[in-house]
């Protein structure tokens, strides 16, 4: 979905609402969670939430990652904007999450473009089954409505736990996992990450205080997968990039390594332009 960021944040605005009134809710009378990493998904869907349901809790999961950073970043954000954040320490799970990049700090962690092969090593297993799982617990001893989480579209090519067929099987176990359904939202799910960056602008969400990168440096390394990703939504959707990056000139670095992963080279797509 293209345009302008107004209407990027009308629809995402839509999706959420349609999402409660399908679980027999409505937006400004319903109270939940929101899974926040502390990236710039979850932070921006944060933002929506809190505008616009009655209440919107921020939790934040230590299951072990290599970028626990990002922790800090999720904590920082709710302060300034005054929105209660929890933080569960579950770091335990890292030894039945291995395999992974981001919670094995013997593998490393892949440079380039998501659609390489090589990224599926950033794959945590089971992860948002499990996040969602403690979150719909959390939710439930809270007498809370809705646990909601940022997959969106661009997700779906190397994250099974974010594609609509995974989305519409936790809708359909949170609805009967306890005595009173619980909503699972993901208003994000049809947009692409270009589109999150447009609603968090129209939302007026601080990005410098949201942190991606699988490193988990002081600075974003600029050539993980999630920096590439975040590089080139911002460059997309025509809006400054206020991130720090280790890397001079990232999103030229970011262009040929998107341009590699479909066989082109940068300088034959410039020419392709002339």
Not at 19 to 28: F, K, P, S, V
Not at 206 to 235: D, N
Request: hydrophobic share 40%.
């Amino acid at each position: 979905m293209k345009g302008s960021a107004r209407w990027a944040l009308v629809f995402a605005q839509a999706q959420l609402d349609g999402q409660l009134e399908d679980a027999g809710m409505h937006a400004r009378e319903a109270r939940g969670v929101i899974l926040h990493s502390g990236g710039l998904d979850s932070s921006v869907l944060l933002s929506l939430l809190r505008a616009r349901t009655a209440e919107a809790v921020s939790l934040t999961v230590l299951y072990g990652q290599r970028h626990e950073r990002e922790a800090q970043y999720a904590s920082t954000l709710c302060l300034m904007l005054g929105i209660k954040h929890e933080q569960i320490n579950a770091s335990v799970l890292a030894e039945c999450m291995g395999g992974s990049s981001q919670t094995d700090l013997a593998i490393s962690v892949p440079h380039g473009f998501y659609a390489d092969a090589s990224m599926a090593q950033t794959v945590v297993p089971n992860r948002n089954m499990t996040l969602l799982s403690m979150a719909i617990a959390y939710c439930i001893s809270q007498g809370m409505d809705y646990v909601a989480y940022a997959a969106h579209s661009g997700d779906h090519p190397i994250y099974p736990d974010c594609r609509p067929s995974f989305i519409g099987a936790m809708r359909n176990a949170a609805a009967f996992c306890h005595t009173k359904p619980i909503a699972v939202l993901t208003p994000f799910s049809d947009v692409t990450k270009a589109d999150v960056v447009s609603i968090g602008t129209e939302s007026g969400v601080p990005f410098s205080q949201t942190y991606s990168c699988y490193e988990g440096g002081l600075k974003h390394c600029g050539e993980c997968g999630t920096c590439v990703e975040r590089i080139l939504a911002f460059h997309e959707a025509g809006i400054a990039d206020p991130t720090e990056y280790k890397i001079s000139n990232p999103l030229a670095n970011a262009l040929r390594l998107f341009y590699s992963a479909q066989g082109v080279t940068l300088e034959q797509e410039k020419g392709g332009d002339q």
